[in-house]
């Protein structure tokens, strides 16, 4: 487990498949998380689980997905997830989806981004960690910015969002990027 002032990251449970299953069926997280992805949502419970007993079992050399509960009250808030992690390339590739509509602005996602950046840099010998998201996801897109990462690309008119294009926003953080920004 690792834990924030406001955030705790811990494995993911079985008893997590509900909320998943909630959120990737709600039009407002399908909105700003899926950015065109027509995999994420909506879902039924029977593809829920049986992503759910694949996640269970991921190799954390490789990939694994995260519960973002509340400190507060130890509410479940959203996931936050790596994947592709090439020890050769010393890469990674991260996510974060919150949930909860109410948490949504409050910072929670941010600070979920936070702890598995350090957890990553700090756990395994990797030189970069990159994520993207869609340029209508202007939350997202300062939120990747204030945590340091760069914007280092964008694929035009990649993602196709409620019957309007937008372009695919790239981002990446190098260690040593990570680790002037833990000094600062």
Do not use: C
Request: hydrophobic letters at 40%; aromatic letters at 10%; a negative charge.
């Amino acid at each position: 487990m690792i834990e924030s002032k406001s955030v705790r990251l811990r494995p993911l449970r079985p008893e997590d498949a509900e909320h998943h299953l909630r959120w990737r069926n709600d039009p407002r997280v399908i909105h700003w998380a899926a950015a065109g992805d027509p995999a994420f949502g909506p879902v039924t419970a029977e593809a829920i689980g049986l992503g759910f007993d694949t996640m269970l079992r991921l190799n954390p050399r490789e990939s694994a997905v995260f519960t973002v509960e509340d400190v507060a009250d130890g509410r479940v808030i959203g996931m936050a997830d790596y994947r592709d992690l090439d020890p050769f390339g010393q890469v990674a590739t991260l996510g974060i989806t919150v949930g909860e509509p109410e948490f949504w602005g409050r910072g929670h996602g941010s600070a979920a981004l936070r702890l598995l950046v350090d957890h990553l840099f700090g756990a395994y010998p990797l030189h970069r960690l990159e994520l993207d998201t869609w340029s209508g996801n202007e939350r997202a897109v300062r939120a990747f910015g204030k945590l340091g990462f760069r914007e280092e690309g964008r694929r035009r008119s990649a993602v196709l969002v409620a019957g309007e294009r937008y372009d695919r926003v790239l981002f990446g953080m190098l260690r040593e990027e990570w680790a002037n920004s833990a000094v600062e």
